[in-house]
């Protein structure tokens, strides 16, 4: 099997496989990593120098991650003429399981963004991300503590479908004239359009795959975060599909917050999942407000983009932000930040995002062991203050290192 060419997995490594609806996970499987553009290189190295040692440290060598680099971005334009070549697409999707640094959106025509046509292109539907605090992080509230929270946010419909034209545009015109014509409905002549599609199939695969890790985690609740006061047909749509799958896939083991209070008139059992739903500007205000009410949200494309931002901005921003693009099996593990280009080469950018990201793609390959170390030596560098510039700024007497000075203390960690 070769890709660009010349370029061949390593010859030590086993696909991962998928059996009877599970991932096989071999002893030393293959893991395809895009280094990613700007800062992606410096903090691909440092992600992997822990992730390697943590294997080691938990396994002793009878596992070990076969890396196996294809190429996107920059560094694929640069080498093929191409920012996403086919091969890179065919790997992510024969492999698995792969890791990626931040990618660079190109300017001019192509594609709109690398990410984005990575997620509809592999069916990524589910973009994941968690949110916890890590102790000894700065905040700008008072109880970090109190937030831990993990968003199911929708990765291949609403607004980022990508269906807009400019306004002036013949696309634009003939869409404002189909509307008036058919619809009655009047629309500026200088006015840019889009279109916000939200299926039932996109929204019930989304909150199914929330639900089912709610259950597998010991998670508490499912939020359902919309828009539907004022977008009925769409994010309305979404929360009632979401009710929907939740009574007739789940009936057994969710309640709604009416059911709850009527059934148990307070906690209710360890099992059963409470479903919610808050409009998103008021989701807004609990997530500060009572952060420790909400477990697991599920969202809509643009309302978990938000949210996911801001809530990260709670428990020390960007930096400490984990994520993973999903499909069923497909999986994309990823920097949550940007490529930060200015930052680039000066080893000082805060690798955190992508080695927390890498903690959830040890747990999606079932080796908790080496994600728990990994997050406890972490924590351990944290707490003793040696950190990058971006926590440094606000830790007092905290020693400022590198990143790769970061990742080496964590190595030492373990």
């Known amino acids: 099997m070769s890709f660009f060419g010349n370029e061949t997995p390593p010859a030590a490594g086993e696909a991962i496989t998928i059996r009877e609806g599970k991932l096989r996970v071999p002893d030393r499987p293959i893991v395809p990593f895009i280094e990613g553009d700007g800062v992606g290189p410096e903090i691909w190295q440092a992600t992997r120098r822990v992730l390697d040692a943590a294997v080691q440290k938990a396994y002793a060598g009878q596992r070990q991650i076969q890396w196996f680099e294809v190429y996107a971005g920059e560094k694929a334009q640069r080498r093929f003429g191409q920012w996403l070549p086919e091969d890179t697409l065919r790997a992510l999707r024969e492999f698995v399981v792969s890791i990626k640094g931040p990618l660079t959106t190109p ?108 259950l597998q985690h010991g998670r508490r609740s499912v939020t359902l975060v919309h828009k539907g006061n004022i977008m009925k047909y769409t994010e ?112 000082r950018i805060n690798p955190g995002s992508l080695i927390l990201s890498g903690v959830m793609m040890l747990d999606y390959l079932g080796w908790s062991e080496a994600a728990r170390q990994v997050e406890k030596a972490l924590q351990a560098v944290i707490q003793q203050g040696t950190v990058t510039y971006d926590l440094a700024r606000d830790m007092p007497g905290a020693q400022e290192t590198s990143t790769s000075g970061f990742a080496e203390a964590i190595v030492a960690a373990l």
């Open 107 to 214: 300017v001019g025509g192509g594609i709109r963004s690398l990410n984005v046509t990575l997620r509809q292109e592999l069916d990524l539907y589910a973009c994941i991300r968690p949110v916890r605090w890590v102790p000894g992080v700065p905040s700008p509230v008072r109880h970090p503590e109190n937030v831990d929270m993990v968003i199911f946010r929708e990765n291949t419909e609403d607004v980022y479908a990508g269906l807009e034209w400019p306004a002036g545009s013949p696309e634009a015109a003939r869409l404002r004239e189909f509307l008036q014509d058919r619809l009655g409905i009047r629309l500026r002549p200088d006015a840019g359009l889009g279109l916000k599609p939200v299926s039932e199939f996109g929204s019930k695969r989304l909150v199914r795959k929330a639900i089912q890790y709610a």
């Open 236 to 347: 309305g749509a979404f929360r009632e599909w979401g009710y929907q799958v939740a009574r007739e896939e789940f009936g057994d083991v969710t309640v709604s917050e009416a059911e709850a209070a009527e059934r148990f008139g307070g906690p209710v059992p360890p099992g059963i999942v409470v479903i919610k739903d808050r409009i998103a500007d008021n989701m807004f205000q609990q997530a500060l407000l009572r952060p420790e009410e909400y477990d697991v949200l599920a969202t809509p494309n643009l309302n978990g983009d938000y949210l996911s931002d801001a809530l990260a901005a709670q428990v020390g921003g960007l930096g400490m932000a984990p994520g993973a693009n999903v499909s069923d099996y497909v999986a994309v593990f990823e920097a949550t930040h940007g490529t930060a280009p200015r930052h680039a080469g000066q080893n």
